[in-house]
């Protein structure tokens, strides 16, 4: 086990009801009189959700300020928008009402406030942020994790560049978190977000530290819960009990506690960014296609990890056969599962040309300069050869 240092100081509000004491949240933390609300579609004002989460804020005394129109793969634009109308109007605070795009979009905006630069240069690397405004979140979609992450990814629309930043700082204040609020999401986006969480968790799990067994074991039990939960959340959407699992797993597999002590990986979440970036995919779909390719281009870098991930979490039976079949019996299953959530496993069941695998390529290792991931550093080379398995059924 590697040395590390872990804290996550954002708290989470948990149950039913829970987006009516957003309005005393804000004034536990903050003295402010103004926050910029940032969110996605009118769906929250359909639904009564804005009114329900306005009252008890304005009851405060704090005045909002709306930032609507937020979209999947959040773009840059809107997070220049919101930074001018922060400034504009001595906006000190910012409440997040969505899922991961809304909550990514209201980090970028807290960080870009107090820069005197492009806020675009933290996602480049050229320079990182040091005072951000506080955010705070009620979140829609049990998906990306990014209710108490420390990570924010945003889309350049000159170019399609999407990119991230990670780091404490940006982690949220605190997060509402109510499963009746995903009872309306379309099976599409459950579907999306159950991916995006099992892959956050195989991200961590993939990895070249030794002796880790501890969150070996962690890993393993919420990827099983995942597994269970996400596809009754995908069935029988109105089930509450199944809808807080799966909440509660989203949020566990990407608050940090999972990787401590332990190299992460993060190669396939690189790979399927640019094809999100590039074609406007969504993320969890672009994860569904590149994690089974990724597998299988890597696994022999490790099949004893890779034997124990397919005996332990999809209960493949260790007289099965070889451990190469093991493997690929793993990978079928788990391609079996994100079919049953109605997601593409091959670039043509979403629609993507193979028209462009050097430039993703290209643009992910900044011209083969640097590879992306740590179980096995990809290249440019070996990221085009995954794209390439990206057109071949898992079946194979």
Same mark, same amino acid.
């Given at each position: 086990?590697?040395?590390?240092?872990?804290?996550?100081?954002?708290?989470?509000?948990?149950?039913?009801?829970?987006?009516?004491?957003?309005?005393?949240?804000?004034?536990?933390?903050?003295?402010?009189?103004?926050?910029?609300?940032? +969110?996605?579609?009118?769906?929250?004002?359909?639904?009564?959700?804005?009114?329900?989460?306005?009252?008890?804020?304005?009851?405060?005394?704090?005045?909002?300020?709306?930032?609507?129109?937020?979209?999947?793969?959040?773009?840059?634009?809107?997070?220049?928008?919101?930074?001018?109308? @922060?400034?504009?109007?001595?906006?000190?605070?910012?409440?997040?009402?969505?899922?991961?795009?809304?909550?990514?979009?209201? !980090?970028?905006?807290?960080?870009?406030?107090?820069?005197?630069?492009?806020?675009?240069?933290?996602?480049?690397?050229?320079?990182?942020?040091?005072?951000?405004?506080?955010?705070?979140?009620?979140?829609?979609? $049990?998906?990306?994790?990014?209710?108490?992450?420390?990570?924010?990814?945003?889309?350049?629309?000159?170019?399609?560049? !999407?990119?991230?930043?990670?780091?404490?700082?940006?982690? $949220?204040?605190?997060?509402?978190?109510?499963?009746?609020?995903?009872?309306?999401?379309?099976?599409?986006?459950?579907? @999306?977000?159950?991916?995006?969480?099992?892959?956050?968790?195989?991200?961590?799990?993939?990895?070249?530290?030794?002796?880790?067994?501890?969150?070996?074991?962690?890993?393993?039990?919420?990827?099983?819960?995942?597994?269970?939960?996400?596809?009754?959340?995908?069935?029988?959407?109105?089930?509450?009990?199944?809808?807080?699992?799966?909440?509660?797993?989203?949020?566990?597999?990407?608050?940090?506690?999972?990787?401590?002590?332990?190299?992460?990986?993060?190669?396939?979440?690189?790979?399927?960014?640019?094809?999100?970036?590039?074609?406007?995919?969504?993320?969890?779909?672009?994860?569904?296609?590149?994690? $089974?390719?990724?597998?299988? +281009?890597?696994?022999?870098?490790?099949?004893?990890?890779?034997?124990?991930?397919?005996?332990?979490?999809?209960?493949?039976?260790?007289?099965?056969?070889?451990?190469?079949?093991?493997?690929?019996?793993?990978?079928?299953?788990? @391609?079996?599962?994100?079919?049953?959530?109605?997601?593409?496993?091959?670039?043509?069941?979403?629609?993507? $040309?193979?028209?462009?695998?050097?430039?993703?390529?290209?643009?992910?290792?900044?011209?083969?300069?640097?590879?992306?991931?740590?179980?096995?550093?990809?290249?440019?080379?070996?990221?085009?050869?995954?794209?390439?398995?990206?057109?071949?059924?898992?079946?194979?």
């Amino acid at each position: 086990m590697d040395n590390f240092e872990f804290s996550n100081t954002t708290e989470l509000i948990f149950g039913r009801d829970t987006e009516k004491e957003v309005g005393r949240k804000i004034r536990q933390y903050s003295d402010c009189r103004k926050i910029l609300l940032v +969110y996605g579609s009118e769906r929250i004002r359909k639904d009564g959700l804005y009114d329900r989460i306005a009252e008890p804020v304005r009851a405060q005394g704090i005045e909002i300020f709306d930032l609507g129109g937020v979209k999947p793969n959040p773009r840059l634009g809107l997070v220049y928008q919101g930074i001018e109308l @922060c400034r504009k109007e001595e906006i000190p605070f910012i409440l997040a009402v969505g899922g991961a795009s809304v909550i990514d979009t209201a !980090k970028a905006i807290g960080v870009g406030v107090p820069y005197d630069g492009d806020v675009w240069d933290f996602f480049m690397g050229k320079a990182s942020p040091e005072k951000t405004l506080p955010t705070a979140t009620v979140c829609t979609i $049990p998906a990306a994790g990014s209710e108490s992450s420390l990570s924010a990814v945003i889309t350049n629309e000159e170019g399609w560049l !999407k990119k991230s930043i990670n780091l404490n700082l940006i982690r $949220p204040l605190f997060s509402v978190m109510n499963p009746e609020l995903t009872f309306s999401l379309p099976p599409y986006q459950i579907g @999306c977000g159950v991916v995006d969480m099992l892959t956050h968790v195989m991200e961590r799990y993939f990895t070249n530290t030794r002796d880790v067994d501890v969150t070996d074991r962690l890993c393993e039990a919420v990827m099983k819960s995942i597994i269970i939960n996400g596809e009754k959340t995908y069935r029988y959407p109105d089930d509450y009990n199944a809808r807080a699992e799966i909440f509660w797993a989203g949020a566990v597999a990407h608050n940090g506690s999972l990787n401590v002590g332990r190299e992460q990986d993060w190669a396939s979440h690189r790979i399927g960014i640019e094809l999100s970036g590039k074609y406007d995919l969504a993320h969890g779909a672009s994860l569904s296609i590149v994690f $089974p390719a990724w597998m299988r +281009y890597v696994y022999k870098h490790d099949i004893d990890r890779f034997v124990q991930f397919a005996v332990r979490v999809w209960d493949v039976d260790i007289a099965f056969g070889k451990k190469d079949e093991i493997v690929m019996e793993a990978i079928r299953r788990m @391609c079996g599962f994100f079919k049953k959530l109605g997601m593409p496993v091959t670039l043509a069941e979403a629609g993507i $040309p193979e028209d462009a695998f050097e430039e993703m390529a290209d643009k992910a290792t900044f011209g083969d300069t640097i590879p992306v991931g740590h179980f096995v550093p990809i290249g440019k080379e070996a990221m085009i050869r995954i794209y390439q398995m990206c057109s071949v059924n898992c079946n194979i």
